[in-house]
């Protein structure tokens, strides 16, 4: 029995909301951030920085763009990976006091692991 258990307990574990959305379901979802944020590679920066590319670099480092005084005294200590997007994603002003993005936030769960899908894998 534990060993039929242990595989389901296993998947179970495993199966992270972002790790079950998948990038198209996040390009929908995205919809709501693409008013201020491109995500093609080489598009301009409009209110918000381009977001091609994203996940891995540091916070406050897309090129061109005039961040806030915020975001440029936290942001070095920054690495946008699927946690700290996560954290981001729910309630910006939590992760940079002071920051100058005016969005209150995802509250789904779901929603935001997709949004993180698309990042990490933009579908055209």
């Excluded at 199966?15 to 198209?24: E, F, H, I, S, V």
């Excluded at 379901?25 to 944020?37: D, I, N, W």
């Excluded at 590679?41 to 090129?63: E, S, Y």
Aim: charged share 15%.
């Amino acid at each position: 029995m534990i060993k039929i258990l242990a595989p389901l307990a296993a998947l179970a574990i495993a199966a992270t909301p972002a790790q079950a959305q998948d990038a198209a379901a996040g390009k929908r979802a995205f919809l709501k951030c693409a008013a201020c944020h491109s995500i093609a590679k080489g598009a301009p920066n409009k209110i918000g920085p381009n977001l091609f590319g994203v996940v891995g670099r540091k916070a406050g480092t897309a090129p061109g763009f005039r961040y806030s005084a915020a975001m440029k005294a936290k942001g070095a200590s920054i690495t946008w990976d699927a946690a700290t997007l996560d954290k981001w994603l729910t309630r910006p002003s939590a992760v940079v006091p002071g920051t100058s993005m005016a969005f209150g936030g995802v509250p789904n769960a779901t929603e935001r692991a997709s949004i993180i899908a698309y990042l990490k894998k933009p579908v055209p």
